[in-house]
């Protein structure tokens, strides 16, 4: 079986030589890990398109029990990523995410998609770090059925005002006098809803105050340690950064 897909270079790992194994994000095929021989290799042709945040098309085939990749062309590389290390860390995160949470042999454009526009708008400078990482996490976790329950309070059906509680580990919201969980207000609530409903181009299309945006970061980052239940080593990197 033959495999051609637009895809992203997730992780790099060097085996014997002058092979590269690569964990590739791929539109088409969901997470895909696939050899490159003798890509290692300055002179090989896939030498650039086979390193870590590179985004290519990528041709694909299957060789008994392993991927094989017998031909990759880079369409862009994230350059401005590796110069800064907070933003080297944070793609790390974003890419360790899809690794984690994107189905295999699945189409994944959406999750593609979000990965590139955080990647593009982190290396460009357009957003904060902390706005980028909420809005990709919480996106991701929506794609990947852990889809939040923000339409009215879980208990009593209102749409709750001033004091709003998001309980990180049922995904819901609750009203002062029904429930617990991490306090949030109205304008933390629209964010989340906003990024929960709106087609990937438009869920950057928001600003926030900046304690407002504090708390939007801490309850994605918070909602999806919970859900998932995982320990991202990459995170806890991008953490001790600061
Ligand atoms: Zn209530």
Do not use: W
Request: glycine residues 6%; hydrophobic residues 40%.
């Amino acid at each position: 079986m033959r495999m051609n897909t637009d895809a992203l270079v997730l992780r790099v790992t060097d085996t014997g030589e002058s092979d590269r194994l690569v964990t590739l994000l791929t539109s088409e095929y969901g997470v895909l890990r696939a050899f490159a021989n003798r890509a290692k290799k300055i002179n090989n042709r896939m030498h650039g398109a086979t390193q870590s945040f590179c985004y290519g098309d990528f041709s694909i085939y299957k060789s008994r029990d392993s991927y094989i990749i017998d031909d990759a062309v880079a369409k862009e590389v994230f350059f401005g990523l590796r110069e800064d290390i907070e933003k080297l860390a944070l793609s790390q995160y974003f890419c360790a995410l899809a690794a984690e949470l994107v189905p295999e042999m699945e189409p994944a454009r959406d999750y593609l998609r979000v990965i590139l526009n955080s990647m593009h708008l982190l290396e460009k400078q357009k957003r904060s770090n902390g706005f980028l990482k909420a809005v990709t996490e919480l996106k991701i976790m929506a794609f990947s059925g852990f889809m939040p329950d923000l339409t009215g309070c879980s208990k009593c059906g209102n749409e709750p005002s001033g004091e709003i509680y998001f309980n990180v580990a049922d995904g819901c919201i609750y009203c002062k006098g029904c429930g617990s969980g991490e306090r949030i207000n109205s304008t933390v609530l629209a964010a989340m809803r906003h990024v929960c409903a709106s087609p990937i181009e438009k869920i950057y299309s928001f600003s926030l105050p900046t304690e407002d945006e504090k708390r939007f970061a801490a309850v994605c980052e918070k909602f999806l340690l919970s859900q998932t239940g995982k320990r991202f080593k990459t995170l806890e990197f991008y953490k001790s950064l600061f």
